[in-house]
């Protein structure tokens, strides 16, 4: 008897949707809450419905990625391609339209200003993965800036000028646009069988690491100017949770050759996130 593809498995959708980078959003979003603004914002029901929006919005991001990314990802990933496979292409599209959508609504019930947040990055997520990821630095940068508004969107909600919350989404930019450009010397070879322009094709992987390592100190200087200047946080703080990851990253960075090694290293960026996150316990 021959098999019958699935439309869709709970299974593969949650694959494609990346659940466990959802609830990376999430809990980062009520930490920003709790730690950096107070602990009644955690029981503002806004609040709950701001992270539920976000987590749609970078839901649909995920799917119409991997959308478009197929022939791509079966050279890079062909481990982790979903669509085509588990989820037919037709259902990938309605769950990206409809999640966006709701979204976008749950957004605009809170106020105008949110819901324009999320319907920009709704649209930058699908720009991206149609055009700007297949060209050199600024598919990175809308990445970067996506990631630093699912920060500081909490503060737009509670109080737009919180400044511990810009340092964070400032450094989740930072931490982001790094691992976006290590991931593109990950799938070298996959984009450039598809004429992508990503900077490592463009510049070489010796010229895009030193654009890296830029990169690593205008960043860290910046952050170090802003939060001397406007915040105040003690200086074991920034050496332990921001210059120590990031020259671990960047050692490492310098020797990294093959595929293994900048997956590691972009696994490892998520791993800076996530300890950005604990230290705003310590705030």
């Known amino acids: 008897m021959p098999h019958v593809r699935q439309p869709f498995t709970l299974k593969a959708l949650l694959k494609v949707t990346r659940f466990w980078n959802l609830v990376i959003i999430a809990m980062a979003q009520f930490s920003a809450a709790y730690f950096l603004i107070g602990s009644y914002a955690v029981w503002d029901w806004r609040l709950f419905v701001l992270s539920v929006s976000t987590v749609l919005i970078a839901a649909a991001g995920y799917i119409i990625n991997d959308y478009y990314d197929v022939k791509i990802d079966l050279i890079n990933k062909p481990e982790r391609v979903v669509v085509g496979k588990s989820m037919r292409r037709r259902y990938a599209l309605f769950f990206h339209t409809s999640l966006s959508i709701l979204g976008i609504a749950l957004g605009l019930w809170?106020?105008?200003?949110?819901?324009?947040?999320?319907?920009?990055s709704a649209f930058l997520l699908w720009w991206y993965s149609n055009f700007l990821k297949r060209q050199p630095l600024i598919g990175n940068v809308a990445i970067a800036v996506l990631t630093g508004m699912s920060i500081y969107i909490v503060s737009l909600l509670f109080d737009p000028f919180n400044k511990l919350i810009i340092v964070y989404g400032l450094f989740s930019f930072f931490i982001t646009l790094l691992r976006e450009i290590i991931k593109d010397m990950e799938d070298l070879k996959g984009d450039n069988s598809f004429g992508c322009k990503t900077l490592p094709i463009v510049w070489g992987m010796r010229k895009s690491k030193s654009f890296v390592y830029l990169l690593a100190v205008i960043h860290l200087g910046f952050i170090v100017w802003f939060n001397f200047t406007f915040i105040g946080l003690s200086s074991w703080l920034l050496i332990v949770f921001l210059f120590m990851p990031v020259a671990f990253l960047l050692l490492?960075?310098?020797?990294?050759?093959?595929?293994k090694d900048f997956y590691r290293l972009s696994q490892y960026?998520?791993?800076?996130?996530?300890?950005?996150?604990?230290?705003m316990v310590l705030i």
């Open 269 to 279: 960026c998520k791993a800076v996130l996530l300890l950005g996150i604990f230290s």
């Open 110 to 120: 809170l106020n105008w200003r949110i819901g324009m947040v999320n319907f920009m």
């Open 252 to 259: 490492h960075l310098s020797t990294a050759d093959t595929v």
